[in-house]
């Protein structure tokens, strides 16, 4: 039983697209949601928390929707140096266990 | 400058020789992980620590070992024992949000 889903991709997606992954959890108790960015052979670097009312940071609005178990990051205006794979993270009730997705790959193309 | 370093960045050992993998860290968080990462797969936990002289085994620890003499160190060892361990090493500490930082990676090939 996977906790954390993610669909792996690739998403391809041209320069200048708009475009949007999902993450699935299975633990209602979970509290703590980020999404990270990891470059081919470097590490995960956060990219953004995830909070209940929705946030943004610049092209970038990550959404949780607590009912459905599931969050979003949406990424306007792609450019090609977004490439890379996002990674889904998840911890529950006070856990310091993060639980991650495998990953979605996006790739910009020109 | 603070952050977690990891070295060497590459490591070559042969099969049969034990081999550790250096974490330090200077963000004075309390918690520290060990991860594993294989090509085209997620990260998996093979060890926690939430403070200094305690730890605890991840998903995947047969094989591993670790010890936390000190908060800023968190070595892991990979022992002969570990029948796969060829992969990509990864340090973690958790910040007050429980948002996770990583360190660079350590590259492990075994032959």
């Known amino acids: 039983r996977k906790e954390v889903e993610q669909d792996p991709g690739p998403f391809n997606v041209p320069e200048g697209a708009t475009v949007a992954f999902n993450c699935t959890y299975s633990n209602s108790a979970s509290q703590s949601f980020f999404w990270y960015r990891q470059d081919c052979r470097k590490e995960p670097k956060l990219l953004m928390s995830?909070?209940?009312s929705g946030n943004e940071d610049g092209r970038f609005t990550a959404q949780l929707n607590r009912a459905s178990q599931y969050i979003s990051l949406l990424i306007r205006d792609s450019k090609l140096s977004d490439s890379a794979t996002y990674l889904c993270?998840?911890?529950?009730?006070?856990?310091?266990?993060?639980?991650f997705g495998r990953g979605t790959s996006l790739i910009v193309h020109p | 400058d603070g952050g977690i370093t990891q070295s060497p960045k590459y490591l070559f050992r042969k099969e049969g020789q034990n081999v550790t993998l250096s974490c330090e860290q200077n963000l004075n968080h309390d918690a520290m992980y060990w991860y594993r990462q294989d090509p085209g797969q997620g990260l998996r936990l093979i060890y926690y620590?939430?403070?200094?002289?305690?730890?605890q085994k991840g998903d995947i620890a047969e094989g591993y070992s670790v010890s936390r003499e000190k908060k800023e160190s968190f070595p892991l060892t990979v022992t002969s024992a570990q029948k796969n361990p060829t992969a990509f090493y990864l340090c973690?500490?958790?910040?007050?949000?429980?948002?996770?930082?990583f360190g660079p990676g350590t590259r492990l090939t075994v032959t």
């Open positions: 995830v909070y209940s």
């Open positions: 993270v998840v911890n529950g009730g006070g856990s310091y266990i993060p639980t």
């Open positions: 973690a500490t958790v910040g007050e949000r429980y948002e996770q930082y």
């Open positions: 620590s939430q403070i200094v002289n305690d730890f």
